[in-house]
């Protein structure tokens, strides 16, 4: 308990911190309209950030509200927030996703 609070939690927190910083200098793509064949290749450490700031739900939630409209495009796209991760492992799937991860 004393190591998760005084150093796990306080490194999720600093790498959470990160993610506005480094998407500015390389933001990620999106594949909404790609191939399902298509491949994204993200470093260890973008995946640390980008799992940090998911576990503390950090990113906004997506809406269609009329004074956002460049937000409706990515209201199809699931949350990548925990909580919701979490919530819906107590409901049924209709159809699994599913990610290939490949080590280089």
Same mark, same amino acid.
């Given at each position: 308990? &004393?190591?998760?609070?005084? *150093?796990?939690?306080?490194? +999720? +927190? !600093?790498? @959470?911190?990160?993610?506005?910083?480094?998407? *500015?200098?390389? $933001?990620? $793509?999106? #594949? #909404?309209? =790609?191939?399902? !064949?298509?491949?994204?290749?993200? &470093?260890?450490? !973008?995946?640390?950030?980008?799992?940090? @700031?998911?576990? #503390?739900?950090? %990113? $906004? #939630?997506?809406?269609?509200? +009329? &004074?956002? $409209? %460049?937000?409706?495009? %990515?209201? @199809?796209?699931?949350? +990548?927030?925990? !909580?919701?991760?979490?919530? =819906?492992?107590?409901?049924?799937?209709?159809?699994? @996703?599913?990610?290939?991860?490949?080590?280089?």
């Amino acid at each position: 308990e &004393d190591k998760f609070f005084q *150093q796990t939690l306080p490194f +999720i +927190i !600093d790498s @959470a911190a990160a993610v506005p910083r480094h998407l *500015q200098q390389q $933001p990620l $793509p999106l #594949l #909404l309209n =790609s191939s399902p !064949d298509a491949n994204l290749e993200v &470093d260890a450490n !973008d995946c640390v950030r980008l799992l940090a @700031a998911a576990f #503390l739900c950090t %990113y $906004p #939630l997506r809406t269609t509200s +009329i &004074d956002r $409209p %460049y937000c409706r495009e %990515y209201t @199809a796209l699931p949350s +990548i927030n925990m !909580d919701s991760l979490l919530r =819906s492992a107590f409901k049924p799937q209709s159809k699994p @996703a599913h990610a290939k991860v490949v080590k280089t």
